[in-house]
C-alpha cells in the first residue's frame, strides 16, 4: 500500500518513511504543500499522514484536497498544534485522526491501520500458512491462540508478513529491529531469525535465507498423500 507522508522536519520525516517501509508500506515523501498537492493526484496514494506547519504553507490546503478527490483519502493529522480549536478545526474538515506530537511510532500505525479498516481497505483477517492476523488486532494467531512473539520477534515477523513471498533484504531488517540504529549490529539478525523460525513451528509457514540477500517468508508445501 501506498501513502504519503507529508513532514516538513527532516529527522521525523525520514524516521517514518523507514519504520513505514520496514512494516510493507510504499511511502511517499514530501515537505511542503506544493509537492503534496501534486502528488496527491496520483491514484496509487491509499493514504495520507499530514504535519500542518509546512515551510510553504498550512497542511490543511492538503487535507482539503485530499477529502476532494473522487474517493476521499484516509488521512491522518501529525502536528505540534495540541490546541482543541486545531484539533476539531482538522477534523472537521475531513481528517479522520488526529495525533498530537511527539508520539510513539506504533500509535501512529494503530491509528493509520483503524483509519484504514473504517475506509474498507484493510481485510478483517489477513491469513498466510496456518496463521492469521486480525485488523483490529496487532498480535498473530495459530490455532486461535496468539503467537508469544517479543517486540523485536513481532516487529520482524510483521516486516516478513506484509512483504510475504518477496525478499526482504538484511538492511530493512535491521531497521524493523532496531529502528534508532544504536543498538544492534548486523550479526545479530541471525539470532531473531533462528528464535522465531522455533516459534512458527507448525504454522504452515517457513523463513528461508538467501545469503547475501535477505530473507523470504513463504508458506509451507502441504505433505503430499502417502
Known sequence: ????????????????????SARGFTVRLCDNVADALRLLEEPTVRALVLDLNLRDGDGNAVLRAARARAVPLPTVITSARDALGDRLDS???????????????????????????????????????????????????????????????????SLLWTRRD????????????????NELLDQSIDVYVHRLRKKLDGGGVQIN?????GYLLQATAPDAPA
Open 91 to 157: 477534523l472537521d474538515a475531513g481528517a479522520d485522526d488526529y495525533l498530537v506530537k511527539p508520539f510513539e511510532f506504533e500509535e501512529l500505525l494503530a491509528r493509520l491501520r483503524a483509519v484504514l479498516r473504517r475506509s474498507g481497505q484493510v481485510e478483517s483477517v489477513d491469513r498466510f500458512g496456518a496463521i492469521e492476523r486480525r485488523a483490529d488486532d496487532a498480535r498473530f494467531f495459530l490455532a486461535g491462540a496468539p503467537l508469544p512473539l517479543t517486540p523485536r520477534e513481532h516487529a520482524l515477523f
Open 166 to 181: 518477496r525478499l526482504v533484504g538484511k538492511s530493512d531488517v535491521l531497521t524493523a529491529l532496531d529502528p534508532t540504529g
Open 209 to 213: 535465507t538467501l545469503r547475501g540477500f
Open 1 to 20: 500500500m501506498e501513502i504519503l507522508v507529508v513532514e516538513d522536519d527532516v529527522t521525523i520525516a525520514q524516521a517514518l518513511s523507514n519504520a513505514f
